[in-house]
DNA sequence: GCCAACGTTGGC
DNA sequence: GCCAACGTTGGC
């Protein structure tokens, strides 16, 4: 998952511990958010659209699919005129800190394995903040993170 | 700040 | 349903 650390960080996820990944307003994004995220998943915390693009450590999902509450708030920058609460747009899932990677693995490090060409990542155009990854690209960026 | 790539909107 | 215009993302 990503996001812009000057937006929100992992340092932010690390001092409030858990927090609900609000504001995803793509619906491929929802959608892999709403249908495939499931309980105690791993999910890794990329930052993006800053100095250094990198994957900077890991999170859980302790909540599943839930409505994204700033929908319906007026004040809200992510505040959807379409939604109802009888019929949701926008979902999204909580997320708890797991771990801060002592060295964060750069997008250019991850660009330079060949073995991890087929993250959605580094696909040309790639722009969406939320992607599955395969356990074979997981372990190896685990393992990249001395993580094992 | 630039701009390529992608997503969304809305007229037709 | 097509597609031009516009908006957003995000690396560089």
Known sequence: ????????????????KRSGWEGVRNYQARNFMRDEMKKDDLVFFYHSNC???????LMRVYK????????FEKESEYYDPLATKENPRWFMVGLEFVVEFKE??????IK?????????????GSRLSVHP????EAKIILKMAGLN
């Open 1 to 16: 998952m990503k996001s812009e650390p000057i937006t929100f960080s992992i340092s932010h996820l690390k001092k409030l």
């Open 51 to 57: 100095d250094i693009p990198a994957i900077v450590g």
């Open 64 to 71: 599943e699919s839930h409505p994204d509450p700033t929908q």
């Open 104 to 109: 964060a693995i750069s997008l250019q490090q």
């Open 112 to 124: 330079n394995q060949i073995d991890l060409q087929n993250l959605q990542l580094v696909k040309k």
């Open 133 to 136: 990854v395969p356990d074979k």
